[in-house]
Each structure stands twice: as structure tokens, then as C-alpha cells.
């Protein structure tokens, strides 16, 4: 039998055993401090561990509570569907769609370089703006907003770890450049920047909702936390524009731009009976779903914003506060002489001489020496009230950005040969949509109403501030009869089967201090003249093929808008067509003053 060791020892390989107690090293006794340090070391630790989980859980639980959600908790924007813009028929000129945005988490994002050039690819940016954009540092980042089907399509196929889509609203305009400076457009933002879209900027924005929800690493939504906040969406805005009036509008001053070789052009339409703004079209315009490269001249809201000396459309109003003061009556004689008329150092000139002719004859043949003997018969304070209280020198108030006061200045500082000019249309300025507002006087019977760009019921016809008796007001109106008649100034503007009246006017450009030989053209007018339902006004600036009358150049889209505008409102025609035509070529026109 093997003889077991002894206790306290140990077999050896050799079956040699070895005692520990005979171990110099085995056999030292531990110092006691050395156990206590030990225990003081794991006490330090574990109080250690407890005042962290203290400061963590009870003195800074609401930072790293914080802290904690922001990895798991995200809250997703419920966007607002933006109100509809629509003409005064229901038709949309501007709705909101839901498209694909697509965006990312950049140190998320797991794509060699070949994929992430595939997603530059399928984006349409270059792989340097991608990888500019991928920036490990930024936590989120868009890739695309506001994309279409394809490109989202694209996009996921690649199903790129870290990329994901959202839906967000994209404004669509269907009327296109024709509506592009009444209805405006959205930033990226859904933001109004010009137009109605900004103007109504807070009824059709709404109110965005919000839900918090739980994501995991890979994006996706776990749970909902908290309560939905829904979306309030925005508020359609019903316009007084008539898309098709709008449209045609457009066409002929586009048309008329093109023929005349000029800059630009516009268009102003107005319902006399409600103060509806039916329609309002420059030329040039853009298109406002798309709206890269897009210039300063195309984005001007021409109508509003560019205001010009209104020449003679401002005769027929001194005219009229001659009449209304009881001066003169329409019959009243005013000698023109040969057609130069010396004045306070200058000379102011017609096209022709006309010698002995009546104040009606003033007005039809645009005599710029019979409006001035008339103006200088009233005291400058008289002229100036009178321009005020049709709308110049005041922004007109009408819901829409841009729109400009023009120049009429104090009174007491007019000089004797200023207040002749301005009485026919230098020396002050205006814009084409003041003018179309000042010429409801006339369809008003004297009344000058509020104009809107919001549809108006129609059985309560607006009420208007009277500036001239109904008696003076179908004088001037017989006046502009004539004078857009077959033997006045602007025959071009007659409209086939219905009677218009109206006004001319041709205006050198100023440039700096002085007049160059550019020019500016118009017409403003109504229809039909003895029951106005209308008033028209077209501009069209710098004309450069020879002809700047504005009779040939302004009137023959005057007769155009207003003959087709009359028939889509329903309104009959008051005069035989044969018989309109035989008077026309009988006739013989009168060249125009300016």
C-alpha cells in the first residue's frame, strides 16, 4: 500500500510531497492592513457607484432623462395640408400633394463607394455634394426634399441602411405662368413668398400636428408615447380672378409684348359692379411649380409695382371737376390756336392744330392746350383733392403684396407750368391698377369703389365714394365714347357688337432727369358705355417696331380682353356689328396728344 502525506502537504509529480508550512513564502503571515485596504477599496467603489446612481437618478434625472429619449424618443412633425387657392368658379390655381422627401442619419448610413455614387445617381446631385451632405458629424440631413415617385423609387431599391423617406406637401399650379402673379408661390418650407400665397399666408397655412414615438437603431417606429396632436389643415381661399378671363388675358398681352417687340405688358380687369379684380396678367412670367433661373423682370408684378406718368387718361377727370365746379359745360368753348400755346416759359403742343373746339372735342381729340386752359381755370388745392380722391398718390388697399403709391406731391409746392402738365399726366405717376381703379368713376356714375381680390357677393353691390354727380359722369362717359370711337384717338379698341369708351395714352420713359425716346403705351376703358359692366386696362412698355400710339398699340388687346370677357360674363351686346363696321371705315382717326 502507498503511504498518504502528511496534512499540509502536497504531491509532487515525482510523487514527492512538499508541506506548506515548510514553504518560506506560503508560511509569511498577511498584514491585517493589507485586508482592510482591500475591503476600503471595494467600499470606495460601491459608495462611489451609489453617488453616481444618486446624481443619475435623483439630482440630474430630468437631463439624463433627456439625454436617454433623444436616442429612442423622436417626434414626428404631422404636416398640414396648405388651403387651395380657387378662382371665383371652384377652379384650382393652387393645391398641395403629398411627395416623397427623402432624408438621412449620416453615421448610420453603411454604403461603400460604388452605392453611395448609385445614390447620388438616382438623387441627381454629384457623389462630391452627397458626400458633403453625409457628414458624420451632423445628426440629420436631407438629401432631397419635396422629390417625385421615380427618384424615391430609385432610392429605395438601393435599400441603404440609414436612408429613409418621409411624405411631405408640394404645391402644384395648374393655370401655370397665365395665374403665376396672382397666385404666387411656397418656398421649400410651404412658406408664401409672393402673390396670394403670401398675402393669405395665414389662412392657408394651418396648423402642423405632432406624434411621439419610440424608433429603433434602424429607424423604424416602435410605439407611439405621449398623445397625437393632430394637423389642422389651412383654409381655402375662394378668389374674384376668373381663370378663363385670366388666362385669355395672358395670351393677348404675351401676344401683343411679342408683336410690339416691347419689354412688357399688363393686363388689369375689373368688375364695376362688385369691385372684383377679374383678372391680372404681366407678360413676362414664370412659371411657379418651377422656378430655377428665375429673373428679377419676370417675377415683377408689373401691374402693381411699376407705376409710369398716366398721360392722357388723366384728361377726362379735369375735364370732369371743370363740369362738376361749374366752369365749363361740355359745350363750352376752348380755343387751341395753331397748336402751340406758349406757357409759363415752355411750350406745350397738340399733335395738330384744332383751333376753336368744345370741351367734349377736348377730351375726343386728347388736346393736351384745351386741358391745360381748363386745369389753370381751378386752383391747384381743387386738382389735388380731386387726384386724391380717385386713389392717386395712396397704396391701393387691396389684400396683396407689392402693390406701390405712386407720386402726387403737396400742392402748395406745384409750380403754374407743373399744374398744367400734370392735368394731362406729367409730372405724377401712377400704376396701371390705380388707373383701372380710377376709371370705375366713370362706369360708377361718379362713384369711385373699393376693388378686392376675394369674391364678392353679388347681391349686395360694393358701395363707392362719390366723386363726380351721375349728370357730369355720362358726359365724361359720352366723352370716352368718341374718343375710342371711329373718328377719336384709339379706334383700334372698338369691340364688334358692343359699345366701349376709354382713353389713350403714350408717355416718354424717364431715365434719370430727363425723357429718352422710349415709351411707354396704354388704355384704360369700359364696356358696354351705357351700362358699364367692366373696365380694362392695358400697358405695355417699350414698344420698338415704329408704332407707340397707345391707341394702335395698347387697344387692340383692350378690344380683345373686353370682348371676351363680356361674353363669359353673359352680357349682350348693345350694337349692330354691320353698322359699327360702315362707321369705322368712314371715319377718320385722330392722332393722339402726349
Given amino acids: 500500500m502507498s503511504k498518504q502525506p502528511k496534512s499540509g502537504a502536497r504531491l509532487l509529480g515525482s510523487g514527492r510531497a512538499v508541506s506548506y508550512s515548510t514553504s518560506p513564502l506560503l508560511a509569511s503571515k498577511t498584514p491585517p ?47 398640414a395640408s396648405r388651403g387651395r387657392i380657387n378662382d371665383r368658379s371652384g377652379q384650382v390655381l393652387a393645391a398641395s400633394v403629398a411627395v416623397p422627401s427623402i432624408w438621412a442619419i449620416p453615421k448610420e448610413v453603411d454604403a461603400d463607394a460604388d452605392k453611395r455614387r448609385e445614390l447620388a445617381k438616382a438623387l441627381g446631385i454629384s457623389h462630391k455634394e452627397l458626400q458633403a451632405k453625409l457628414n458624420p458629424e451632423a445628426r440629420f440631413v436631407w438629401l432631397k426634399r419635396l422629390s417625385d ?33 396672382v397666385v404666387g408661390f411656397t418656398n421649400v418650407e410651404d ?44 383654409r381655402d381661399v375662394d378668389l374674384a380672378v376668373d381663370s378663363k378671363v385670366q388666362f385669355f388675358a395672358y395670351q393677348r398681352i404675351r401676344d401683343a409684348v411679342a408683336a410690339n417687340k416691347a419689354k412688357a405688358g399688363s393686363v388689369v380687369v375689373l368688375d364695376v359692379q362688385t369691385g372684383e379684380v377679374l383678372a391680372l396678367a404681366n407678360f413676362p412670367s414664370y412659371d411657379p411649380g418651377n422656378r430655377q433661373n428665375l429673373s428679377g423682370e419676370q417675377l415683377r408684378n408689373r401691374a402693381l409695382t ?51 373746339i368744345s370741351v367734349h372735342e377736348v377730351i375726343q381729340m386728347s388736346s393736351n392746350i384745351g386741358t391745360t386752359k381748363l386745369a389753370m381755370q381751378m386752383p391747384a388745392r381743387e386738382m389735388h383733392e380731386m387726384f386724391t ?24 409746392t406745384w409750380r403754374p407750368i407743373e399744374q398744367a402738365t400734370m392735368s394731362y399726366g406729367y409730372g405724377l405717376s401712377a400704376s396701371l391698377f390705380q388707373l383701372a381703379r380710377a376709371y370705375t368713376v366713370f362706369a360708377r356714375d361718379g362713384e369711385i369703389i373699393p376693388v ?48 366701349i369708351g376709354g382713353k389713350s395714352g403714350t408717355a416718354h420713359k424717364q431715365e434719370g432727369r430727363g425723357y429718352v425716346n422710349k415709351y411707354r403705351s396704354w388704355f384704360v376703358g369700359l364696356a358696354p358705355i351705357n351700362k358699364p359692366r367692366i373696365v380694362v386696362a392695358v400697358m405695355v412698355d417699350e414698344p420698338s ?38 362707321a369705322n371705315q368712314k371715319a377718320v382717326p385722330v392722332e393722339e396728344s402726349f
Fill in 33 to 79: 492592513w493589507r485586508s482592510r485596504f482591500l475591503v476600503a477599496l471595494v467600499g470606495l467603489a460601491f459608495a462611489g457607484l451609489l453617488g453616481r446612481a444618486v446624481y443619475v437618478q435623483i439630482l440630474h434625472t430630468d437631463f439624463f432623462q433627456k439625454q436617454g429619449e433623444a436616442r429612442y424618443a423622436h417626434t414626428l412633425e404631422l404636416p
Fill in 149 to 181: 415617385d421615380d427618384t424615391a423609387a430609385k432610392v429605395k431599391a438601393l435599400k441603404l441602411k440609414g436612408v429613409f423617406q418621409d411624405r411631405e406637401y408640394r404645391r402644384k399650379y395648374p393655370e401655370g405662368e397665365a395665374a403665376a402673379h
Fill in 191 to 234: 412658406k408664401g413668398q409672393e402673390g396670394v400665397e403670401l398675402a393669405f399666408q395665414k389662412e392657408l397655412q394651418g396648423r402642423d400636428g405632432s406624434r411621439s414615438v419610440v424608433r429603433d437603431r434602424l429607424g423604424r417606429v416602435v410605439e407611439d408615447i405621449g398623445d397625437i396632436v393632430p394637423a389642422a389643415n389651412g
Fill in 306 to 356: 411699376d407705376v409710369f406718368e398716366p398721360g392722357s387718361t388723366m384728361k377726362p377727370f379735369i375735364a370732369g371737376l371743370a363740369m362738376e365746379t361749374g366752369r365749363v359745360t361740355s359745350r363750352t368753348l376752348v380755343d387751341t390756336g395753331n397748336g402751340r400755346y406758349p406757357f409759363q416759359g415752355a411750350v406745350i403742343s397738340d399733335t395738330k392744330p384744332h383751333g376753336l
Fill in 389 to 412: 380722391a380717385i386713389g392717386l398718390g395712396q397704396r391701393p388697399q387691396i389684400s396683396f403684396p407689392g402693390a406701390v403709391s405712386g407720386k402726387l406731391r403737396p400742392y402748395k
Fill in 452 to 499: 378686392s381680390m376675394l369674391r364678392q357677393p353679388h347681391d349686395h353691390p360694393v358701395a363707392g365714394i362719390r366723386v363726380f354727380s351721375p349728370e357730369v359722369t355720362r358726359e365724361l362717359r359720352s366723352m370716352l365714347q368718341d374718343a375710342a370711337g371711329p373718328a377719336g384717338t384709339a379706334r383700334l379698341a372698338q369691340v364688334p357688337g358692343y359699345s
Fill in 545 to 582: 417696331t415704329g408704332v407707340y400710339y397707345g391707341g394702335a398699340v395698347a387697344g387692340p388687346v383692350f378690344s380683345q380682353v373686353t370682348a371676351q370677357t363680356l361674353r363669359l360674363m353673359g352680357v349682350a351686346p348693345d350694337l349692330d356689328v354691320k353698322s359699327q363696321i360702315v
